[in-house]
């Protein structure tokens, strides 16, 4: 028995002690194949996965270097039967392997002859092989690959897809590095990426995961399609292009609500594609309009459920998932595993912000307790209408005016979720409001004078949570979210990442309603970040000046 950070239980969960002098490195050295679950003050509760410890085997950890990891870390004897539980589960993982074949095209071959048979046996693999070819191989549908490797994950048998990619239409991609070149974690996520073919990137907001894609790019050198959350987005990842790349204006497109270019490089919104009329995605064309050579999904987190169903029948294409976090919401992230890809390189938030990528960050809750008459109406509240009427706590202005002031010359964000609200904050703090209603050339200016420092302040819905690059932004107030979303609390903190050119700290404040849902949400939304390394501090809205130093 050692004196370590970590209780290995017999139901797969990890307690790890936050205030041991080895919790840091445990941390790192856990992060690849177990799952945060609960961050409270003292102790974490991580959990083991199958597709936890499957992500980890394709991104090329084996089962002895998970349970040396456990045994390392452990201040018990490690269950024994758990130890074996994740050598088995880890094993599982290429036990099938799709290959090709110069005969019979796509062909599912068995490492495990047995495996083969109970997958054939399942009702849900019927339809998608072809003829059996011996006791290890079965020829697949080449149209079912995608769904296949679906299939195969639920069975618990995920395949290692070795089937190879089309080269896809050729064109001349390079990186312009002049006076810049890639950072070496940015260089290791594209080699990750090549060495495994298709797969997922998880990277920090800010750290330069559209430096990713674009050396990927360079390095594939051929047609890419590149899909994005909006249109704004959109238009950062065409401009960031054209100042690093050899690529100009011309040779990249932009298919949106109000554009449908289609060139050799183009930039679609999940939006569009997405977009039903009589019952069809009428815009999925798109996806055989060239041969593309090259996928990117930016933020893949926020795939919409239909683009999987469209993903399934684009496995012979190259594909790039860029992140800040896999979790999803809608507990997809199996189909993340199998339609995208693993993940192939994921840098931890500290690790990135201690070699200076990235700009350190100080979160704080700040709690306010509401006034009796509001205090009423919360608790005769129907349940649906509870987290609504506690994120719009009325008092939640003062609180955002105090912080505003406590920063004041800094470059701040006010977020949040509810309309009402933002518009009330807006005009309370005589700052511009951007909501999914604010036109995409009213937002590029808005977000323009804010970069430039024309404006200080802005109020800003969700649809700054992700893919919106203001370097400038150095604190966010998050006055509602939604709910208890792990994602967004990770994209909000992103905003204000971007290192400072003064070497300032970033502050985070979340403003939340004491003995309500919206403190059960915040701690919730907390995970995510408590996994990569930081911590809330937690004060009274009376008590602001006790916050961490704005300095």
Not at 111 to 122: H, K, P, T
Not at 152 to 168: M, Q
Not at 380 to 402: F, H, S
Request: glycine fraction near 8%; hydrophobic fraction near 40%; proline fraction near 4%.
């Amino acid at each position: 028995m050692t004196d370590g950070p970590l209780i290995v239980q017999s139901d797969k969960t990890l307690l790890l002690e936050v205030d041991h002098d080895l919790a840091d490195a445990c941390r790192r050295a856990i992060a690849p194949f177990a799952e945060l679950e609960r961050a409270p003050e003292h102790v974490h509760t991580y959990r083991l996965t199958p597709l936890g410890l499957w992500n980890a085997r394709a991104a090329g950890h084996d089962a002895e270097q998970v349970i040396d990891t456990l045994l390392l870390y452990s201040r018990y004897p490690v269950p024994h039967a758990l130890l074996v539980d994740v050598a088995e589960t880890m094993s599982r993982y290429g036990r099938l392997q799709l290959v090709s074949d110069p005969v019979h095209g796509l062909v599912l071959h068995a490492l495990d002859r047995a495996v083969l048979a109970e997958v054939m046996r399942s009702k849900r693999t019927a339809g998608l092989f072809g003829a059996r070819l011996d006791e290890t191989d079965v020829v697949v549908h080449a149209s079912e690959r995608g769904h296949l490797k679906q299939v195969l994950v639920k069975l618990g048998w995920p395949a290692e897809d070795l089937a190879g990619y089309v080269d896809g239409e050729h064109h001349d991609i390079a990186l312009e590095t002049d006076g810049w070149s890639l950072r070496p974690y940015q260089q290791q996520a594209i080699d990750g990426f090549f060495h495994g073919g298709s797969g997922v990137v998880v990277l920090p907001c800010g750290a330069g995961k559209t430096l990713v894609g674009a050396g990927a790019m360079a390095r594939s050198s051929t047609t890419t399609l590149i899909l994005v959350t909006n249109t704004v987005s959109a238009r950062q990842w065409r401009d960031e292009l054209v100042a690093r790349t050899t690529l100009t204006e011309d040779e990249i497109g932009e298919y949106s609500g109000s554009r449908k270019e289609i060139r050799p490089v183009t930039i679609a919104t999940y939006q569009v594609l997405t977009t039903k009329r009589k019952g069809v995605y009428s815009h999925l064309e798109l996806l055989d309009a060239r041969d593309w050579g090259l996928i990117v999904y930016d933020e893949v987190h926020l795939l919409p459920a239909p683009v999987f169903r469209m993903t399934a029948d684009l496995q012979a294409r190259r594909r790039l998932g860029l992140t800040a976090t896999l979790v999803r919401e809608d507990g997809r992230e199996d189909e993340v595993f199998s339609l995208i890809g693993p993940k192939r390189f994921d840098a931890p938030w500290k690790d990135i912000e201690s070699q200076g990528y990235i700009a350190p960050a100080l979160c704080t809750e700040v709690r306010l307790t509401l006034p009796d008459h509001e205090r009423m109406t919360y608790a005769t509240a129907e349940p649906e209408d509870k987290y609504r009427l506690a994120a719009t706590a009325g008092g939640k202005n003062a609180v955002v005016d105090r912080i505003v002031r406590r920063h004041a010359g800094e470059q701040t964000l006010v977020i949040g979720q509810y309309l009402d609200q933002l518009h009330e904050l807006a005009e309370h703090l005589d700052a511009p409001l951007i909501t999914g209603e604010t036109t995409v050339r009213e937002r590029q200016r808005l977000f323009g004078a804010f970069r430039t420092g024309e404006l200080s302040t802005l109020v800003v819905s969700k649809v700054a949570n992700f893919s919106i690059d203001l370097p400038e932004a150095s604190v966010a107030i998050q006055v509602s979210g939604s709910f208890g979303s792990r994602q967004e609390e990770a994209q909000r903190l992103g905003r204000i990442m971007r290192p400072k050119g003064d070497g300032r700290t970033a502050h985070f404040y979340a403003v939340v309603a004491r003995d309500t849902v919206d403190q059960e949400f915040a701690a919730h939304r907390q995970r995510f970040l408590a996994e990569q390394g930081y911590s809330y501090t937690i004060v009274d809205a009376e008590d602001l000046d006790q916050a961490p130093d704005p300095a």
